[in-house]
C-alpha cells in the first residue's frame, strides 16, 4: 500500500521547480521505488497486490494543484504500465482515486472532506472484489462517472473550482 505523499499546492507556472519537485519526488519517484524494492519479494511468495494512492486530481488536473496533480498522474500512468508488467509475475496493481480526505493534508481547508476510515473501508472492499481503479468516497464516484463519460468536462468542472 504506497500511501506515503505530499501536496506542496504548486502552481506549474509560478511556484518555485523545488515544490514541483518535491511531489515528483515523493508521490512519483519514491512510490516506484518503493515498488521496485518490494515487487522480488511479492513475487517470492507467489502472489500479492499493489496499491497506489493515487487522487480524483490525477484524472483532471486542478491548477492551485497542478504539481501535485502531474505527480498523481504520472503516478497513475505508471500504474497502469505496471499492471501490464506484473500480470504475469502473480502481483496484482490497483490506483486509489480519493477526493478530499479528512487527514493533514487537507487540514487549512475548509470543505466537506470523508474520513480515513472510510476511505481505508473502501479501499479493502475495493481489493475484495478485484477492483483495478478504487473511487472510495462519494465525490471521487461522482468525478470519475462524469470522466469516464465526457473528460472535458472533468477539466471543466475543476478549471472552474
Ligand atoms: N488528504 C486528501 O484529501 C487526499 C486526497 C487524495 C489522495 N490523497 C493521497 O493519500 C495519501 C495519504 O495522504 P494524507 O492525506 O494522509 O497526507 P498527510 O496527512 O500529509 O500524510 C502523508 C504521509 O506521507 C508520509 N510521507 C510524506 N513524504 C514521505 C517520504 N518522502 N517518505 C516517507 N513518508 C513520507 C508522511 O510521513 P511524515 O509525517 O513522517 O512526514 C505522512 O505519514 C497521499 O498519497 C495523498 O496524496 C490524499
Do not use: C
Not at 49 to 62: D, F, G, K, Q, Y
Not at 86 to 103: A, E, W, Y
Amino acid at each position: 500500500m504506497n500511501n506515503a505523499g505530499t501536496a506542496t499546492f504548486a502552481s506549474v507556472l509560478e511556484s518555485p521547480l523545488e515544490m514541483i519537485s518535491r511531489d515528483m519526488q515523493t508521490n512519483y519517484y519514491g512510490t516506484l521505488s518503493v515498488i521496485r524494492a518490494f515487487v522480488p519479494v511479492l513475487e517470492k511468495s507467489g502472489h500479492g497486490a499493489i496499491v497506489n494512492l493515487l487522487t480524483i486530481v490525477s484524472l483532471a488536473s486542478m491548477a492551485v494543484l497542478g504539481g501535485y496533480s502531474a505527480s498523481k498522474a504520472a503516478l497513475y500512468s505508471a500504474t497502469q504500465a505496471l499492471r501490464k508488467e506484473l500480470k504475469n509475475r502473480g502481483i496484482s496493481v490497483h490506483g486509489v482515486f480519493p477526493g478530499p480526505v479528512d487527514t493533514d493534508m487537507t487540514k487549512d481547508f475548509q470543505i466537506p472532506k470523508t474520513s480515513p476510515v472510510e476511505v481505508a473501508r473502501a479501499i479493502l472492499e475495493g481489493l475484495k472484489r478485484g477492483a483495478e481503479d478504487i473511487y472510495p468516497d462519494p465525490m471521487a464516484l461522482q468525478m470519475s462517472e462524469l470522466w469516464s463519460k465526457n473528460p472535458k468536462e472533468l477539466e471543466k468542472q475543476f478549471a472552474a473550482m
